[in-house]
């Protein structure tokens, strides 16, 4: 009767004996994890048809403590932000590098108190096997909390304070500091900024390469005049400035719905764009390329932000030690400037 007892299944450990790898290689391999030889890959997979050998998805949750998935975590105040254009190309870039790697993507938003709560739950129990954070203004507990997690955790873009460990961000002082300098080459003296919400490090950037840009030209910058990143922020924004420095003529919006909302207001206005003032944006999104006139900005690569962070946070899940990257970004002119 033993002939009938059911055939044993092979082990990683035999895989990568036949293959002549250590076992952590042929995980690695049988992971889909990068930076592994052509030849110890090919070794490997050899092993495994010759052995017949099947991963066993639960067996591997169970031995590895991974669950399978990886969170993004976007600390903001509005359900609605998943659905605007910016945190929809980073879902997409992050998506597709996961699914290379075999997660899935969880979204969570750290919109309220509880919200907050919740995600701080997941860092401490291990309910994903990494997290990357994403929008976190000064003082947000989460980063503090993510710092102490005992999982990956890569952050998109740098939040305030000490830089973290891991993180993806742009150059967003030098793509503001290019803006700048195309208003003032067009002649422009002057130039003034709408930033973003001055307690985020992004907006704070920006608005460092905008005054860097205008003190090498020898110009007075004006004081940042904050909006909120959105298009009717941008055009309240606009508007007061319009009222106390009435003589403005170019304009830096540190993102493209808030320059949409200062062509409003210009127009509004009576000013022309660009004969009067000139305007640039930043982040290239479509938005940008409908606008009247068609609003030149700074590309960043949103797309590939989203895809490096989970690419980041995948070389973390399987022992790597990536370092931080930062993306370069251009100016596409456009006829508003």
Same mark, same amino acid.
């Given at each position: 009767?033993?002939?009938?007892?059911?055939?044993?299944?092979?082990?990683?450990?035999?895989?990568?004996?036949?293959?002549?790898?250590?076992?952590?290689?042929?995980?690695?391999?049988?992971?889909?994890?990068?930076?592994?030889?052509?030849?110890?890959?090919?070794?490997? &997979?050899?092993?495994?048809?010759?052995?017949?050998?099947?991963?066993?998805?639960?067996?591997?949750?169970?031995?590895?403590?991974?669950?399978?998935?990886?969170?993004?975590?976007?600390?903001?105040?509005?359900?609605?932000?998943?659905?605007?254009? %910016?945190?929809?190309?980073?879902?997409?870039?992050?998506?597709?590098?996961?699914? &290379?790697?075999?997660?899935?993507?969880?979204?969570?938003?750290?919109?309220? &108190?509880?919200?907050?709560?919740?995600?701080?739950?997941?860092?401490?129990?291990?309910?994903?096997?990494?997290?990357?954070?994403?929008?976190?203004?000064?003082?947000?507990?989460?980063?503090?909390?993510?710092?102490?997690?005992?999982?990956?955790?890569? %952050?998109?873009?740098?939040?305030?304070? *000490?830089?973290?460990?891991?993180?993806?961000?742009?150059?967003?002082?030098?793509?503001?500091?290019?803006?700048?300098?195309?208003?003032?080459?067009?002649?422009?003296?002057?130039?003034?900024?709408?930033?973003?919400?001055?307690?985020?490090?992004?907006?704070?950037?920006?608005?460092?390469?905008?005054?860097?840009?205008?003190?090498?030209?020898?110009?007075?910058?004006?004081?940042?005049?904050?909006?909120?990143?959105?298009?009717?922020?941008?055009?309240?924004?606009?508007?007061?400035?319009?009222?106390?420095? *009435?003589?403005?003529?170019?304009? %830096?919006?540190?993102?493209?719905?808030?320059?949409?909302?200062?062509?409003?207001?210009?127009?509004?206005?009576?000013?022309?764009?660009?004969?009067?003032?000139?305007?640039?944006?930043?982040?290239?999104?479509?938005?940008?390329?409908?606008?009247?006139?068609?609003?030149?900005?700074?590309?960043?690569?949103?797309?590939?932000?989203?895809?490096?962070?989970?690419?980041?946070?995948?070389?973390?899940?399987?022992?790597?030690? *990536?370092?931080?990257?930062?993306?370069?970004?251009?100016?596409?002119?456009?006829?508003?400037?």
């Amino acid at each position: 009767m033993a002939g009938n007892a059911p055939r044993r299944q092979p082990t990683m450990d035999e895989v990568a004996g036949l293959a002549g790898v250590s076992r952590s290689v042929a995980s690695r391999v049988l992971n889909n994890a990068p930076h592994v030889s052509r030849a110890k890959r090919e070794a490997v &997979e050899r092993a495994v048809r010759q052995l017949g050998y099947v991963r066993n998805p639960t067996a591997r949750a169970l031995a590895t403590r991974q669950t399978g998935a990886a969170a993004l975590v976007v600390s903001g105040e509005d359900p609605s932000i998943f659905a605007d254009p %910016f945190f929809a190309q980073v879902i997409v870039g992050a998506s597709a590098a996961l699914e &290379e790697a075999d997660l899935h993507l969880m979204l969570c938003l750290a919109a309220s &108190e509880r919200g907050r709560k919740r995600v701080e739950e997941l860092l401490r129990s291990r309910g994903a096997d990494g997290v990357m954070l994403m929008a976190l203004r000064d003082g947000d507990p989460l980063a503090r909390t993510a710092e102490e997690a005992e999982m990956p955790v890569v %952050f998109g873009g740098r939040p305030g304070g *000490p830089a973290p460990r891991w993180y993806v961000d742009v150059d967003n002082a030098g793509g503001a500091r290019e803006a700048t300098e195309h208003l003032i080459s067009r002649g422009r003296t002057r130039v003034a900024a709408i930033c973003g919400p001055l307690d985020t490090e992004a907006a704070r950037a920006r608005y460092r390469g905008y005054r860097d840009a205008m003190l090498a030209a020898g110009l007075r910058p004006y004081p940042p005049r904050e909006g909120d990143f959105t298009e009717p922020g941008g055009a309240a924004a606009t508007a007061a400035l319009l009222t106390q420095h *009435p003589q403005v003529d170019g304009v %830096f919006a540190a993102n493209d719905n808030m320059g949409v909302g200062a062509l409003r207001t210009l127009r509004e206005a009576g000013r022309l764009v660009p004969d009067d003032v000139a305007v640039v944006g930043f982040d290239d999104l479509a938005v940008a390329q409908v606008a009247d006139p068609p609003l030149t900005t700074v590309h960043q690569p949103i797309r590939a932000l989203g895809r490096e962070m989970a690419r980041m946070l995948v070389a973390l899940v399987n022992g790597q030690e *990536p370092t931080p990257l930062i993306l370069p970004t251009r100016l596409v002119i456009r006829s508003s400037s």
